[in-house]
């Protein structure tokens, strides 16, 4: 199965949310009027405001919940490393797999007929020995522990909007593993649909114009950005050389998710 990412709900006006949080430091409005009589406009000012003063706690205030499915436990595993948000994950306890599990074949494999067919033998053989331990009694919490980080999964993500510019920092960047930087960017599409001020310059550092990562030169992006001088020097590109030509800027993944 095919990466799949729904929306499944969010704050019901996620920047309306924000605005009325930082209304509560900067108006002097009693606490019942602070989310009265807004204006598009007003809550527009407002969100940009502390956006592009880093007054981001304000972005804590709304939520959004993502279903997930499609995606190997090799994503998960990184997945869950982002501490701020939430998370409950398909049980491979509660759940017994019958016949071939499902699993996430590599791109990189595909375009390899002899790897992919030792891959799928492999995926074979380990169903196999799943299945046989299971009906020799072991029980489901331990026969799993021979199934692969290929093994197909499905979760449920909840992460309010700051969490979420965080996520998408580092894992839409062209250096992250390819499988969660998909999903980065099925998330982040989602999220500026539904919020377009909160999550309009988000995405990897290069959106908001530089670079840290010591192998950007590497990068498609990366000559479409001003570059800290210390990348340049460690790369061993001169600080004013000239930037290499980037004819594939346009049709970049980063670029095209960037735009919704
Ligand atoms: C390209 C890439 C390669 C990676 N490679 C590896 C790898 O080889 N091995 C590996 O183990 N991991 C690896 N990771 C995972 C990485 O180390 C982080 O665990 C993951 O990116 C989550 O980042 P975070 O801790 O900043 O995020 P979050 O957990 O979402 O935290 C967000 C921010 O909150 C603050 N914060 C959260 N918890 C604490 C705390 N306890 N104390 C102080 N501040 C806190 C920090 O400012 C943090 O940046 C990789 C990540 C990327 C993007």
New binding site residues.
């Given amino acids: 199965m095919a990466l799949k990412v729904v929306l499944l709900s969010h704050s019901p006006d996620p920047e309306r949310s924000v605005a009325t949080a930082a209304r509560n430091c900067y108006s002097p409005r009693d606490v019942e009027t602070i989310d009265e009589n807004w204006t598009p406009g007003e809550v527009e000012a407002m969100v940009s405001r502390v956006r592009d003063a880093g007054h981001l706690s304000t972005f804590e205030h709304t939520m959004f919940t993502f279903g997930v499915s499609g995606v190997s436990r090799a994503l998960t595993h990184q997945l869950v490393?982002?501490?701020?948000m939430s998370y409950e994950q398909k049980s491979q306890r509660y759940i017994k797999v019958k016949g071939q599990f499902d699993f996430i074949t590599p791109p990189s494999m595909t375009g390899r007929p002899e790897i992919v067919a030792k891959y799928e033998a492999l995926m074979a053989q380990i169903s196999e020995f799943y299945a046989e331990a299971l009906a020799a009694g072991v029980p489901a919490e331990d026969a799993r522990f021979a199934l692969p980080n290929a093994a197909e999964t499905q979760i449920v993500i909840t992460a309010n909007a700051r969490?979420l510019l965080?996520f998408f920092t580092?894992?839409s960047c062209n250096?992250?593993q390819w499988e969660i930087r998909e999903l980065a960017f099925a998330m982040l599409r989602l999220s500026k649909r539904a919020a377009p001020s909160l999550f309009v310059r988000a995405g990897a550092t290069c959106v908001r114009g530089y670079c840290n990562e010591p192998n950007g030169p590497e990068c498609p992006r990366y000559v479409a950005v001003r570059n800290p001088v210390a990348v340049r020097r460690r790369a061993g590109l001169t600080e004013d050389g000239p930037e290499r030509a980037n004819p594939d800027i346009v049709a970049d993944r980063q670029t095209a998710a960037l735009a919704g």
Wanted: charged fraction near 40%; avoid cysteine; charge should be positive.
């Fill in positions: 490393r982002h501490r701020h969490a965080d580092l894992r250096n992250a």
